[in-house]
C-alpha cells in the first residue's frame, strides 16, 4: 500500500513538472527585421527577456524591405514583422490581405537641424571636389536605394520637392543597405540614404557626407506589422505588444539608449562595432508604440504620386484597431 502511495505521488510530481514545462514553452513568431536600429526596442524586448516572460519569443529573421514580407505575413509563413510600410503593403492592404500595422516603432527627430539617423548622403570625393554642394546637385547623378517606394524614396522626394527637383530627378540603383556602403566606397553609386548604424558608419570612414542632415523631421519610420496567424491570436498579439511597449518606453533618452549593455545589444543584431555605435544618431521610438497616423498617410499619398499605388486605401484598412495606439 506504502508503494503504491508512493508511486502514485511520483507520477502527480512528474505530470506536474511536465504540465508546468509544457505551459512555459513560449509561442514562437517568425519574425522579419531590417537591420537598422530604427528597430532597438524589438532587439531590447528579445534580450532583456520582456517577450519572454510574455510566454513569445521571436525567431529573428533578415530582408530588404517590406517588399519581402507582405505576403508572407498574410499566408501564415511569417507572424511579424519590423519594417518601413511601402508600396507592396498598400497594394496588399487594398487586395484585402491579413497583414496590419499594430504599432509605431521608430521616428525621424522632430528637429530639422540635428543630424538625424538617417541623412541623405553624398560619396565624400564628390563633396570634396566641389561636385556636390547641396542636394539639387545630385541632379541626373545615381541614388540607391533598398527597395521601391520605401522611407528612403520618401524622404528623398520629399526633399527633393522642397528644392524644385521631381522625382526621380536621379537615377536609382536598387541594392542592400550593406551592399550600399561598399557601392559608394568603390564610387558605383553617387549618393544614399543610410540608416543607423550604417549611417554613421559610412561617414566614418570617410565614404558619405550628409547633404541633408535630418530628411523629412518628425516621419513616422519603423512600424510594427502582424501576419494572419497574430491577427487570429489576439491573446499572443496583445502579450507581444505588451513586451514591445514596456522596451520602447525605456528609450526615451539618449542615455537610456547608450548604456554599455544595449550598445552589445545593439551591435549583435545590427553586425556593426559597438563603438561606432556609440557615435550615432538616434531615432526617436514612440512612447507605447503610439502610431503616427498623419505620417502614414502622406507616405501613402507618395505613392500615389508617383503611381506606386492607384487609390488611397483607407486607414482602418491599413491598421488593427484592437491592437494599435494612434495619434
Known amino acids: 500500500m506504502v508503494l503504491k502511495k508512493l508511486i502514485a505521488l511520483f507520477a502527480l510530481i512528474v505530470g506536474a513538472g511536465s504540465a508546468s514545462t509544457f505551459a512555459q514553452t513560449p509561442k514562437v513568431l517568425k519574425t522579419a527585421y531590417v537591420p537598422s536600429l530604427s ?9 532583456k527577456g520582456y517577450l519572454e516572460r510574455e510566454g513569445v519569443q521571436l525567431e529573428f529573421q533578415t530582408v530588404q524591405g517590406a517588399a519581402d514580407v507582405v505576403s508572407l505575413l498574410a499566408t501564415g509563413q511569417l507572424d511579424l514583422a519590423l519594417v518601413n510600410v511601402g508600396a507592396t503593403f498598400f497594394n496588399g492592404a487594398a487586395r484585402g490581405f491579413d497583414t496590419k500595422i ?7 527627430p522632430v528637429d530639422p537641424e540635428t543630424r538625424g539617423p ?11 571636389s566641389g561636385a556636390v554642394k547641396a542636394l539639387v546637385d545630385l541632379k541626373g547623378r545615381s541614388f540607391a536605394s533598398n527597395a521601391p517606394g520605401g522611407i528612403v524614396e520618401y524622404s528623398l522626394a520629399r526633399e527633393m520637392q522642397k528644392v524644385g527637383l521631381p522625382f526621380p530627378a536621379v537615377k536609382i540603383e536598387r541594392m542592400a543597405f550593406p551592399s550600399i556602403v561598399i557601392a559608394m566606397a568603390n564610387g558605383a553609386v553617387d549618393s544614399a540614404v543610410l540608416p543607423e548604424p550604417l549611417a554613421t558608419s559610412a561617414i566614418s570612414k570617410g565614404i558619405g557626407v550628409p547633404i541633408v542632415r535630418n530628411p523629412v523631421p518628425g516621419t513616422l519610420v519603423g512600424s510594427v506589422l502582424f501576419g494572419k496567424a497574430v491577427l487570429a491570436d489576439p491573446n499572443t498579439g496583445a502579450a507581444t505588444l505588451r513586451a514591445l511597449r514596456l522596451a520602447v518606453n525605456e528609450l526615451q533618452s539618449d542615455a537610456q539608449f547608450f548604456t554599455a549593455s544595449n550598445l552589445a545589444i545593439w551591435s549583435k543584431y545590427t553586425k556593426v562595432p559597438t563603438a561606432t555605435i556609440a557615435m550615432i544618431s538616434t531615432y526617436a521610438f514612440p512612447r507605447d508604440l503610439v502610431l503616427d497616423t498623419k505620417s502614414l498617410m502622406d507616405q501613402q499619398k507618395y505613392l500615389i504620386e508617383i503611381g506606386l499605388i492607384k ?12 491592437f494599435v495606439v494612434t495619434r
Open 39 to 47: 528597430f532597438a526596442p524589438a532587439f531590447l524586448a528579445a534580450e
Open 102 to 108: 499594430v504599432g509605431g516603432i521608430s521616428a525621424y
Open 118 to 128: 538617417a541623412p541623405i548622403l553624398a560619396r565624400k570625393a564628390l563633396v570634396d
Open 311 to 322: 487609390t488611397e486605401v483607407p486607414l482602418d484598412k491599413l491598421v488593427d484597431r484592437r
